[in-house]
């Protein structure tokens, strides 16, 4: 069974997820909705890790394949400046939390093969937030689009 590959990587990306939603809201204080939402993005992050774990113990978890660690996205280490590096790090955020959330669609088929309702109701909970997240992401970036690519110079 190779779910415990992918239960591996949702766990770490989940984990790359929040630690960049911490470096964006810490690099762009100067946007309040950008760093208190980031910040209360990178819990929920956070609590999806939490929800993991009595999978996690069940099922164990690896890095043994190699396919999936190319996937893996180790999140940001730094944030830009002005508004394009706030769309870009906006960006960035937005193919991390891509990851997560086709990840927690894979974990989902295989909790459906397996009928393990606990893990359907951890993923029911945890990728809708993530769609959610993805969702503001989408809305954020299309509100700094024009300013950081017309009006910035």
Known sequence: MKLPVY?????????????????????????????????????????????????????????????????????????????VGLLRDLQDLYLIANLVDITWTMVKQAAQGLRDAELLDVVARCDGETATQLGWLRTRMKQAAPQALIAAS
């Open 7 to 83: 239960l591996g990587l949702l766990h770490a990306s989940e984990a790359a997820l929040a630690e960049s939603y911490r470096q964006v809201a810490g690099g762009h204080g100067d946007e309040p909705d950008v760093h208190f939402l980031c910040l209360t993005l990178a819990r929920q992050c956070d609590a999806h890790q939490e929800a993991l774990r009595p999978v996690i113990d069940r099922y164990g978890e690896t890095t043994e394949d190699d396919e999936p660690e190319r996937l893996r996205h180790e999140g940001l280490s730094e944030t830009r400046s002005g508004p």
